[in-house]
């Protein structure tokens, strides 16, 4: 049988030819643009795109603006979902102007408008879609405008600044934080004319939602992730209006989003799912499906980026490479990405993450008979173009250029295990990382300092303060042997399992969500009742359903 299309005079061979046929040419066209491979697919049925009226007035909006081709594919794909299945939709759109957006990083600032609307556009296009643009409602001088507003303001101001009663300086500080590439911008002049130009862009965006709102009274928004600035002023609008929103994210599993209601996708919050799940024992199959899992992320296998690269230490060579006595009472503390939305302003007992990493160290400079091996996050160093500009080893040796014989610092760049660490620990200390809700799956005491969804649930040390802290620490003995296993490992089958919602059978991606190939072969697929994964997300797009799959 054809598998692919990759000789000359193959390609024009049209598709209804190889359906008469019963070819299989759903496989990607490996030296064909996003853009053929989807119109395509959505051409094929002419039929059907004639029996949706795409001219009905919409009432849910997708919004994914600033973000890239993987994105904008899954939200093509929804909207046609959601259309086939009765609900008029359409995609919010920015066509450039703003002084600066989620778009850009410090690492590309010169990223092009036109460019990045181009692409949207044509991806939009090939699915024949209809759009909502920025211009519809805002006139390219506002965009001046609204920087005059703000230009002689100060740090302070900026933080506190609100405008139509939404506080703009808030929303902004995330996408601050990650154009910078940096935890804690440093208030500079470059630094506050950025600031600005971030509240310029959130005034006008307010604007333009002001005016959706008015125009539309929409009934249903869907965000991607839902804290960056353009998201979180559409949430806001939400939220005033009393309109429910869908958020999502990516997934760890690959090729999977996890979603949530009126809440952020990418926090995982299931505490009202938790007390029923906490108390029911998983089954053999349920089990055995989570430890197979969390095995593959043990091996490295993370399902988003490879941040692990196994070795054959056994956990007393792991101990000797890092020059600590073997027989030693070892405590491993696993650091976050500080400008990443997994850690900006999830903060708990500290006021961020770098003053909880000097409080540790400090305990066991006091304690010179543990030891303590800190593991900084290898996402510090991983993605081209997305580095951190303030390291945490070099902040951390800022403040204390001698480090206490008794802590070792692996830095993002070093090719150790993390799980051989945590296997040689008596117990795990995170922030916000995932890696310690994988720690107590393998039976550590794991002590939580930041705000996670996995914090409170019963198989973590949580409950502390700035002053107890120290407290906690001395007496971790007794949570050594975690009895409590068994709830992580249900709480993980919840995490892991069921909330990741597949969209392998519509397109794939790799690890750096670059999209690899489109799975469905026509628009027909994605008609009710023909993929059991879009049937899913838009149910739980159009009906409430809860985004857990069964």
Known sequence: MLTTLKFPILKKITAQTLDRFGVDHSIWVPDKAFEYQISRRILRDQDLIRSVDLSTRPKTFLIADSAGPYAQILHGIISWG??????????????????????????????????????VKSLLDAFGLPYLLLSKFVRPSRVSDAYELVCDLSWRQCEEFVYEHLPIGEFARISLTSYLLVGEPTESPENLHLYRQFLSSGIVMVDFYKRLFAEYQPEKLVLLNGLYLGWRIAWAFGERHGVPVVTWEVGYQPNTIVMAHDAVACYFDHSSEWPVYAARELSEAEREQIERYLHRRYLGDQGLIQYVKPD????????????????????????????????????????????????????????????????????????PMMETRAPLRRRIEAVLPELPANVRIVGPEEDVDSYQLISASCATLVYTSTIGLEAACLGKAVVVAGLVHYAD????????????????????????????????????????????????TLFRSDRLFCVTDFKFRSLRDLAPGNDPNLDFICQVIASGRAPLLD
């Not at 259309?83 to 990223?111: E, M, T």
């Not at 073997?326 to 503390?333: A, I, M, T, Y």
């Not at 770098?354 to 400090?362: H, K, L, V, Y």
Request: hydrophobic fraction near 40%.
């Open 457 to 504: 649930k019963g198989f973590t040390v949580d409950q502390f303060t700035v002053d107890t802290y120290g407290k906690t620490l001395a007496e971790l003995d007794r949570y050594e042997e975690n009895g409590n296993r068994e709830l992580a490992l249900r709480y993980a089958h919840l995490l892991f399992i069921r909330s990741m919602i597949p969209h392998e």
């Open 312 to 383: 054959d230490h056994s956990d007393g060579g792991i101990l000797r490479t890092l020059s600590v006595p073997v027989d030693s009472k070892v405590f491993s503390l696993f650091t976050n990405v500080e400008w990443d939305s997994a850690l900006v302003g999830r903060h708990r007992a500290f006021s961020s993450q770098f003053e909880w990493i000097q409080a540790t160290i400090r305990y066991f400079q006091a304690h010179p008979d543990l030891y303590l091996v800190i593991r900084i996050h290898p996402g510090e160093e991983l993605i």
């Open 82 to 119: 959601l259309w086939l299945r009765g609900l008029p939709n359409q995609l919010v759109v920015c066509d450039g102007g703003l002084l600066v957006c989620d778009a850009k990083k410090i690492s590309y600032p010169n990223a092009s408008c036109k460019d990045c609307f181009g692409r």
